[in-house]
């Protein structure tokens, strides 16, 4: 979702993520190790533990893991989330680097009352819209917490019944963006954490193991590094990186650039898209995909009439990966088998939702 210049009151309240600019390193979002108030009591918030070995998830050297925020995935089959607590209130946190700002289904929870701030204009998959700004007051993530968070109200997201946890907020780039994000789907792990800038530290290739693929991250719709470069059939195509869509999307305008025949479509299955719209298009069948140093044969996308064009869970779903945004560089595995603990219940319905007319899709 991309930010417009948004007002309140009749006055400019704030430019988000115009083209070119990184966002600021987010105040709040960060390692504490012994918190304590204004009187040096301890604070309301104290850091849980981390619930994995950190060292041996990223094979770093402990001096490269700093401002560490390490969670559980809540479910792997599902839409990655994660727990955390908005003010007084608990649920799923979906990651998803391809939205500016972080975003909150304030409809999803009567007790949870949020101020309004003014309005912005977004930039949706499928379409324009105006959506209300907010601010939390407290948000605490992992071992981390942040306060007076500015978000966007979302409204209400309708779940699967069942889940471990309701959605309750999206993680978008201006909180992930300032960190290193390891996703290990398979284990159902995630790590954010902020390397320094010395030898020992440069090779984030090893977080993910001797055989890893690489590709650059390169500047999206909006200027920051969310994007990588997806060849299709000799045709190179920017896809921002967005493992909260169940499947790939591809925009039929950049496809048809591209060479792809209105016949090729027509010879697809027929899919729809929910992203608050819905979505119509077409599944296609790429004979070959490269991705910096990786290719594979087939490779699925659904071709619909979108804004921006999306590399979905369906590619990280069995791989581990580190989104290092700091230092512009997407490092990846092969696929690999399920390592963690078993899934109970069903996982979180993606807030972008692809779905195959005649054909079943791998959840």
């Given at each position: ?74 479910n792997r089959n ?17 990651l998803s680097p ?188 790429y004979h070959e ?75």
């Amino acid at each position: 979702m991309t930010l417009f210049p948004h007002k309140a009151g009749g006055g400019l309240l704030a430019i988000l993520f115009l083209a070119g600019c990184q966002p600021e390193i987010h105040e709040g979002i960060r390692h504490i190790a012994a918190p304590l108030d204004a009187h040096g009591k301890p604070a309301s918030f104290v850091p849980p533990p981390f619930p994995f070995d950190v060292e041996a998830e990223t094979n770093l050297p402990v001096t490269c893991l700093r401002h560490v925020l390490a969670s559980e995935l809540l479910n792997r089959n599902g839409a990655p989330t994660i727990p955390v607590r908005i003010d007084n209130e608990e649920g799923a946190a979906f990651l998803s680097p391809s939205e500016d700002m972080i975003g909150v289904f304030d409809g999803n929870d009567e007790l949870l009352e949020l101020p309004d701030d003014g309005y912005v204009g977004t930039l949706t998959l499928g379409t324009i819209a105006t959506t209300r700004l907010t601010h939390i007051h407290e948000l605490r993530m992992a071992q981390g917490h942040a306060e007076n968070v500015e978000a966007m109200k979302l409204g209400t997201f309708n779940d699967k019944p069942g889940v471990a946890m309701g959605a309750l907020a999206i993680l978008g780039f201006d909180l992930l963006g300032n960190y290193d994000v390891l996703l290990d789907i398979p284990a159902r792990r995630l790590l954010l954490f902020m390397p320094p800038d010395t030898p020992e530290c440069r090779d984030l290739s090893r977080t993910i193991g001797p055989h890893s693929f690489r590709a650059p991250l390169i500047a999206g719709r909006t200027g920051v590094d969310n994007m990588v470069a997806v060849t299709l059939d000799g045709a190179p195509i920017g896809m921002h990186v967005e493992p909260s869509s169940n499947l790939s999307v591809l925009s039929e305008k950049d496809a048809t650039a591209d060479g792809l025949r209105r016949v090729d479509l027509d010879e697809g299955d027929r899919t729809n898209t929910l992203d608050g719209s819905t979505i119509l298009g077409y599944r296609h069948r790429y004979h070959e995909a490269r991705i910096g140093t990786w290719h594979g044969r087939p490779f699925g996308v659904n071709v619909e009439t979108v804004n921006y064009n999306l590399l979905g869970r369906d590619f990280f779903r069995h791989r581990k990966v580190l989104f290092a945004f700091r230092q512009g560089m997407m490092f990846f595995s092969s696929e690999e088998p399920d390592t963690g603990p078993r899934d109970i219940g069903p996982g979180n319905l993606p807030p972008i939702s692809s779905h195959v007319a005649h054909a079943a899709v791998r959840q």
